[in-house]
């Protein structure tokens, strides 16, 4: 194991440097990527693929179509671009802790509940990133009302479609990577678990995420100082509570879910 822990971290580094001189992680994004990274091939090399394939996956989205995205949710989103710490962990720290379970007590049920984390952070990512190019704009999920494109909450017919492509995706890379097509169980785990934790994401990012507004351009936002310069006023939410918060609860219920029906299954 500890040999495998130092091949990882050498492994992890190269991935972390690689994506930060790419421009998809920070530099405090690349420390926490390695850390992570290196938790996940200790457990095996099978969590290792897997963390490899979510990240490529949703870093390679994150690319297309950058500049119409940009645009069409300028000044609403918190944060764009490349990925802090506070991100990597948000999304990642559910699963690295499900590998340090791993290694401490081996059981697939870990690895049905890392990768559940992963399936709901993946739906949530490709959502987002595949959403924001529909044609149409958005609707909250809670009332059905037209809401501009980025907003906590927003779902359309093409964002819903890639939240469900996102799970499946990381259900079947989690069969995968367990060899000779692995434990079935584990993918319609993963697929349940993925699937309750991005719905999650979306309900409690219209629901309770803190949302603000900007008097100078009368318009929504989630930035406490808007692109402006002009200092946001609280409009409605959890006043603590922005994304990074919504998308570690979404990880958190992906894992709980699909660890509870890989077990109920047996």
């Given at each position: 194991?500890?040999?495998?822990?130092?091949?990882?971290?050498?492994?992890?580094?190269?991935?972390?440097?690689?994506?930060?001189?790419?421009?998809?992680?920070?530099?405090?994004?690349?420390?926490?990527?390695?850390?992570?990274?290196?938790?996940?091939?200790?457990?095996?090399?099978?969590?290792?693929?897997?963390?490899i394939i979510y990240f490529a996956s949703s870093s390679l989205l994150s690319r297309v179509g950058a500049r119409v995205k940009a645009e069409r949710s300028i000044g609403i989103v918190e944060k764009g671009g490349a990925r802090d710490a506070t991100q990597v962990f948000a999304n990642g720290a559910i699963f690295a802790l499900a590998a340090v379970s791993q290694l401490i007590l081996p059981s697939d049920t870990w690895l049905a509940a890392g990768a559940g984390a992963l399936a709901a952070s993946a739906s949530d990512t490709w959502g987002t990133e595949i959403g924001m190019l529909a044609k149409a704009p958005p609707r909250m999920i809670t009332t059905w009302r037209v809401v501009p494109t980025g907003t906590s909450g927003g779902v359309s017919a093409l964002g819903l479609a890639a939240m469900a492509s996102g799970t499946l995706f990381i259900a079947l890379a989690a069969w995968l990577v367990q060899g000779n097509y692995g434990n079935a169980r584990v993918a319609i785990a993963v697929s349940l678990g993925g699937i309750v934790g991005s719905l999650v994401d979306s309900?409690?990012?219209?629901?309770?995420?803190?949302?603000?507004?900007?008097?100078?351009?009368?318009?929504?936002?989630?930035?406490?100082?808007?692109?402006?310069?002009?200092?946001?006023?609280?409009?409605?939410?959890?006043?603590?509570?922005?994304?990074?918060?919504?998308?570690?609860?979404?990880?958190?219920i992906g894992a709980l879910v699909s660890a509870c029906a890989f077990m109920l299954a047996r």
């Open positions: 194991m500890i040999g495998r822990a130092i091949a990882g971290a050498f492994v992890a580094a190269a991935i972390a440097l690689a994506a930060w001189r790419a421009g998809s992680l920070t530099r405090s994004g690349a420390v926490a990527a390695l850390f992570t990274g290196t938790l996940a091939i200790a457990a095996g090399w099978a969590w290792g693929e897997l963390l309900l409690v990012g219209a629901l309770a995420q803190s949302r603000r507004y900007c008097a100078t351009c009368s318009s929504a936002t989630e930035r406490v100082v808007h692109d402006c310069g002009t200092r946001t006023e609280r409009a409605g939410g959890v006043k603590w509570l922005n994304n990074d918060g919504v998308n570690a609860a979404s990880t958190i």
